[in-house]
């Protein structure tokens, strides 16, 4: 083989990672985070999943779901492997001088999760868990100035969890609704309120992207039908022990 027809033979299979059909849409997702997105029974599941199939749907698009560690999903848009991410994802100042965003009506603030004997824990823990990457972690450390030898940062929610059972962290740290999943988890296991924030979640786009008036106007007709408020009663209901 030729060294002009080897360079052929990259650039081409360069090219082609980027391909894709048409009619897909491919959604970067951290699926550990419920009721957003998780996996239930070998297929992921979740509000976000469920608007992300509706936008499609509308759209005329198949969703391709790609799974990965939170972390990573910004990457995944700036190098085009994915088109949108949908995961929890807050709208923040630092986050909108690289991607647009598509705001949906979801508003969070910080819940602590803890166990129902260790209350004092709440606001004098020596270990708080915290999923690595989130706004939740960035709050926490910039906002509320907790110490960094008090925090641990985990790539998944299962893992601080586990951690908050095996009794290595006292409490952890997130947004309400995934609170409500972790104390679901052990009859022993509380939440409530820890601080506020002005956070919003939304579907980060790549800058300019032509998909995001699309994207916005498909948002905007579930919110005006009430399909967007059938999804949020369908995966926000409220079913666990708060304090």
């Not at 296991?189 to 994207?215: C, G, H, M, V, W």
Request: aromatic residues 10%; hydrophobic residues 40%; proline residues 3%.
């Amino acid at each position: 083989m030729t060294y002009k027809i080897f360079i052929i033979l990259v650039v081409s299979i360069l090219l082609g990672c980027d391909n894709k059909p048409d009619d897909e849409l491919r959604v970067a997702t951290s699926a550990d985070y419920p009721p957003f997105e998780y996996v239930s029974q070998g297929k992921i599941v979740g509000f976000e999943i469920d608007l992300a199939n509706e936008i499609g749907r509308r759209l005329g698009k198949k969703i391709r779901f790609l799974d990965m560690d939170f972390h990573a999903i910004i990457g995944a848009i700036h190098t085009k492997r994915a088109d949108v991410a949908m995961s929890a994802i807050s709208a923040t100042r630092k986050r909108a001088r690289q991607f647009d965003f598509i705001s949906y009506p979801y508003n969070t603030n910080i819940f602590v999760v803890y166990h129902k004997d260790h209350v004092d824990k709440i606001n004098n823990f020596k270990k708080a868990g915290l999923q690595f990457g989130t706004t939740t972690e960035h709050f926490v450390r910039k906002k509320l100035k907790i110490s960094n030898k008090k925090i641990i940062a985990l790539s998944k929610n299962t893992l601080l969890c586990q951690q908050l059972l095996l009794g290595r962290i006292d409490v952890i740290l997130t947004e309400k609704s995934q609170a409500e999943f972790i104390t679901n988890s052990d009859p022993n296991l509380r939440y409530k309120e820890f601080a506020k924030t002005d956070e919003q979640y939304a579907i980060a786009i790549r800058k300019n992207s032509p998909l995001k008036s699309q994207i916005q106007s498909a948002l905007n007709d579930i919110e005006k039908d009430g399909t967007f408020n059938k999804l949020y009663n369908k995966w926000f209901l409220p079913n666990t022990p708060a304090q």
